[in-house]
């Protein structure tokens, strides 16, 4: 891959107008991290696989074998604000989860949230178990809240990979996130939480909506936005989601209850799982692969999410430290230490103001390194800026193939997670790089959800409830 020359490839672009601080990146650095740097040509091929594989999921026949799944969530109208009432929300997605309670009226929308730990051992244990931990969370959650005399309707967001079969239905496709409980794949994830809560026999919740982040994130931004037809998840993991036309969804298999739509959950984190993107991915992606919990999978999330662009950044930096080329040659055992460099460290690197390493020092401090030079903490931003703005690049190709397929003039994509929230850039360069890869008649922006898996999967509970009564 060669280097682009348009603007936005500079991923010191837009930030402070000074061009000395890439010209003082060392010329070994440059050489090798041009690699990193995507042309619109290579990100329009990956946008061509993108959309591929997206045909091959929704069609029956190449459904089975599609790498990128597009599965069905049964969410087939976006909220109007005229959602009422209280409902319970449970996010559950990894080493902690939440219990929310939703207070809905038109325009409001009022949360109270706790939070649990889910401890590694119910992680890594028995079905039962976890969900019997779940359940008596939801009891002490309203005992907590005086909601003990009130029948509740619960929105679940469960986010790993889901094949609904219903509104109500989710089966367990396969686990991440450090969970791996066998004996439930294949189970119906809302089955074992009823049958849980029916365990205890305390409390009135009725199970009647289960998602994922991506859809809560959608419904969440759609209830502030009525443009919003994208949800994406750009934090420890990746994913996207958008609203479909039911003919083209071949899987859907209930009747339409009038919108003609229906969200799509694609899974996007596995694109790339055969292959397809290898023509992007670099030695040291492959690296970062292989020495994951599961090798070969979620490629494109390996590319993009948080769980791993530190440590793209860690292994860059050694290949320099054991070439001379960073630190004088020293420090190799700190960034021989899988882990060393956290992602919440990049967003802070580059926050610092060009020229100015504050952050910068802090943070190779806290690892031990107090004799960094000025010239290594530029080669170090470099790195952690070209990492991050590959990731925006590739997020921008996939909102970009959404936006397309949609086909409205003008479509709002909401987008949470750590690496879209606190990145200081993230934002700006994923937008201009879409402005790059659309043709100017789509108008388009980006929104940041807010709590989108409490309040979207209230909302989708509070719409089945609606529909049912």
């Known amino acids: 891959m060669t280097s682009c020359q348009n603007k936005v490839c500079n991923p010191f672009y837009g930030e402070q107008p000074e061009q000395w601080v890439t010209e003082k990146v060392s010329a070994k650095v440059k050489e090798v991290l041009a690699e990193m740097q995507l042309t619109d040509d290579v990100l329009r091929q990956d946008m061509t696989v993108f959309e591929q594989n997206i045909e091959r999921g929704l069609k029956k026949d190449t459904h089975p074998d599609s790498i990128v799944k597009c599965f069905i969530t049964y969410v087939q109208d976006l909220p109007n604000g005229s959602e009422t009432g209280k409902y319970l929300a449970l996010d559950l997605g990894g080493t902690n989860f939440r219990v929310l309670l939703v207070d809905l009226a038109p325009g409001k929308c009022d949360l109270t949230s706790d939070i649990y730990s889910t401890p590694v051992e119910l992680q890594t244990g028995t079905g039962i178990a976890l969900f019997d931990h779940i359940a008596a969370s939801l009891a002490d959650f309203i005992k907590n809240h005086g909601l003990e005399n009130e029948f509740l309707d619960l929105g679940f967001t469960f986010s790993f990979p889901l094949l609904q079969k219903g509104l109500r239905s989710g089966t367990l496709v396969k686990w991440t996130k450090g969970y791996n409980i066998p004996e439930m794949i294949g189970e119906d994830v809302v089955k074992w939480l009823r049958e849980a809560i029916e365990r205890r026999g305390d409390v009135k919740i009725n199970v009647c909506a289960i998602l994922n982040d991506t859809t809560g994130t959608l419904m969440s931004c759609a209830w502030k936005n009525p443009k919003c037809r994208i949800g994406m998840i750009v934090g420890t993991g990746h994913n996207a989601c958008y609203l479909e036309k039911q003919s083209n969804a071949e899987m859907f298999d209930e009747p339409d209850l009038g919108s003609g739509k229906v969200i799509i959950n694609l899974e996007a984190a596995a694109l790339g799982d055969d292959g397809a993107l290898d023509f992007l991915r670099t030695d040291i992606d492959r690296e970062v692969d292989a020495e994951s919990p599961n ?131 993230f934002r700006r360069i994923m937008k201009e790089k879409m402005k790059d890869l659309l043709d100017p008649s789509f108008k388009f922006d980006l929104m940041l959800s807010e709590d989108g898996s409490g309040r979207g999967a209230a909302l989708v509970a509070a719409m089945a409830a609606m529909r049912a009564a």
């Open 295 to 425: 090798p070969g999978k979620q490629i494109n999330e390996k590319l993009i999410s948080g769980m791993f662009l530190g440590e793209v950044v860690r292994k860059y930096t050694l290949k320099f430290i054991k070439s001379g080329d960073m630190f004088g040659g020293k420090h190799d055992d700190v960034f021989s230490q899988r882990g060393i460099i956290q992602t919440s460290f990049i967003s802070n690197i580059e926050s610092d103001q060009t020229g100015h390493f504050d952050y910068c020092k802090q943070i190779l401090a806290q690892i031990g390194i107090t004799d960094a030079s000025e010239q290594d903490m530029i080669d170090l931003r470099y790195i952690c800026q070209l990492v991050s703005t590959r990731s925006a690049y590739l997020c921008a190709a996939d909102a970009s193939v959404l936006i397309k397929r949609i086909g409205e003039p003008d479509v709002v994509v909401g987008i949470d997670g750590s690496v879209y929230k606190f990145h200081p850039l």
